[in-house]
């Protein structure tokens, strides 16, 4: 590395060395100066004497200065020539400690808040990190070719900042230490371990996984998926279109501004929609359930729950025997919520124990509606199975022996088959039509009515713009049922479709496949 001294500091001697230059060899000094004396004497606007042709180039030189622009130019090249490349050696050098401290600014950020508790800051950009837990209670973070290791003091309550950026930090689910994890703005991705840990989504479409422990669990800005796991968790959606599934534990839930969808799961729950036309299931479990303000859907399922639906038109979904019920303007319909768990009996889950876990609410929340209750029925009678696989892609549903599924061509059903049905509990929009913005259980429900159609040999032939009658009629809009153009569209019956899901919850209906 080449040597740039202390900043301001001048080199002992100069990097630009200078060649003598020799006089043109027809303009001695003696001559030019006898020359001068000459003309000066007799007047430079005289004629010269004799013999001053014969040193034309010398008055050239003279009275235009060219001869010294030459000598000029021969040492500017030389002294460019010279200074350039040391200022080129110069600029390499800091360029080279310039990307240094870059590289180093860029990565992980290790320091210490107001608080006492270590922070870990993964800078800019899209951060993918792991957080794992030593033999002496420490924390060892990797973040892309990072490493950060912290002791078992600095791992007591750490903050690790995701920063800008659509950001993934996952602490492994055997970290006992409790740990805040803040993704910061863009769509990110955060998973707690067994700790009591913070899990704040930031602005963006967050992904909030609070795993065992009491966590506590903030969406903030955006449309965002928050799930708490085992523990009793408190939960806050914040401003957007936000889902939250309590899961295991006595959890604590509220909505925030915006249509968002409340599962209490398993627990005695506690939860409010608050602003917006808000689904809030209770799951099971005694629950205190509160739509909040909005046109909101309530259904307490099973346990000894209380139910208000607060402010606007409301749908109240209870027992006969609830505790309280508000009687609040709208609609108040009685659920037989007797031997719940037989219903969905001919449905199987299969997949990690988080996701039947999640799946399991899923068909709670259905087990609590009427449209529910129904599909599942028509699932259990059909003597065939549906089982219900975990998925990161798109939601489907496929046949064992789809030649049996279909409708005969005399309008009979066929013979049935079981059915398979791949479930991504975690997609929450199709796009960007308010329809679009549904929680998972309407998606989950949808597959459920193309199996209920296979299981009982009900699925519809032919298609009409393209779109296949089968998907159109699974949303519950009408199909040219019978092939026959002359007849009339209509909506196929004997189980309910999308749509009718869609009505129980106050969600805005589906116009189209």
């Not at 209670?137 to 950060?148: A, F, H, M, P, R």
Request: with cysteine; proline share 4%.
């Amino acid at each position: 590395m080449t040597s740039i001294g202390k900043p301001g500091s001048r080199p002992t001697s100069s990097p630009v060395s200078t060649q003598p230059v020799k006089a043109p060899a027809t303009a001695k000094p003696n001559a030019v100066k006898a020359a001068v004396a000459q003309r000066m004497k007799d007047g430079f606007d005289a004629a010269p004497r004799p013999g001053a042709a014969s040193r034309p180039v010398l008055s050239a030189e003279l009275r235009s200065g060219e001869g010294a622009g030459d000598v000029g130019g021969a040492l500017g090249k030389a002294a460019g020539k010279a200074a350039g490349k040391a200022a080129g050696g110069i600029g390499d050098a800091l360029g080279k400690l310039a990307g240094r401290v870059g590289s180093a600014l860029a990565g992980p950020q290790v320091s210490t808040n107001a608080d006492g508790r270590t922070v870990v800051d993964l800078g800019a950009g899209n951060n993918t990190a792991t957080v794992s837990q030593n033999k002496d209670g420490g924390l060892t973070i990797k973040s892309g070719s990072d490493t950060v290791t912290l002791t078992a003091e600095q791992a007591r309550g750490a903050v690790i900042n995701g920063g800008a950026g659509n950001d993934s930090i996952t602490v492994d689910a055997s970290v006992t230490q409790d740990i805040t994890l803040d993704g910061g703005d863009g769509d990110d991705k955060l998973t707690g371990g067994k700790g009591n840990d913070t899990l704040i989504g930031g602005a963006g479409n967050d992904t909030v996984l609070g795993g065992d422990g009491k966590d506590t669990l903030k969406g903030q800005d955006g449309d965002d998926y928050l799930e708490g796991g085992a523990g009793d968790d408190r939960i806050q959606g914040g401003e957007g279109r936000d889902v939250i599934y309590g899961l295991d534990g006595n959890d604590s839930i509220s909505g925030g501004s915006g249509r968002d969808y409340i599962d209490g799961g398993a627990g005695d729950d506690r939860a409010s929609g608050g602003a917006g036309d808000d689904q809030v299931i209770g799951g099971r479990g005694n629950d205190t359930l509160s739509g909040g303000s909005g046109n909101d859907a309530v259904a307490g399922g099973a346990g000894q729950d209380t139910v208000r639906g607060g402010t606007g038109t409301d749908k109240l979904y209870v027992e006969e025997n609830e505790a309280t019920c508000d009687a609040a303007e709208g609609e108040r319909e009685i659920v037989d919520m007797t031997d719940a768990d037989q219903r969905g009996r001919s449905v199987t889950v299969s997949g990690s124990a988080d996701f039947q876990a999640r799946v399991q609410s899923d068909l709670d929340a259905m087990r609590s509606l009427p449209s529910g209750q129904e599909l599942l029925r028509t699932l259990d009678d059909s003597g065939h199975t549906t089982t219900i696989k975990q998925t990161s892609s798109g939601n489907s549903a496929s046949a064992q022996n789809k030649d049996d599924a279909w409708f005969n061509a005399d309008g009979t059903p066929g013979k049935g088959t079981n059915g398979t049905v791949n479930y991504n509990t975690t997609r929450i929009s199709l796009g960007s039509e308010d329809w679009m913005n549904r929680p998972p259980v309407v998606a989950l429900f949808h597959e459920l009515v193309h199996a209920s159609d296979y299981a009982n040999g009900t699925l519809a032939l032919g298609e009409k713009n393209g779109v296949n009658n089968r998907e159109t009629s699974a949303v519950g809009l009408p199909i040219d049922l019978d092939q026959d153009p002359s007849t009339p569209d209509v909506v196929q019956g004997g189980r309910p479709g999308e749509n009718v899901l869609r009505d129980d919850l106050n969600l805005p209906t589906r116009p189209r496949y």
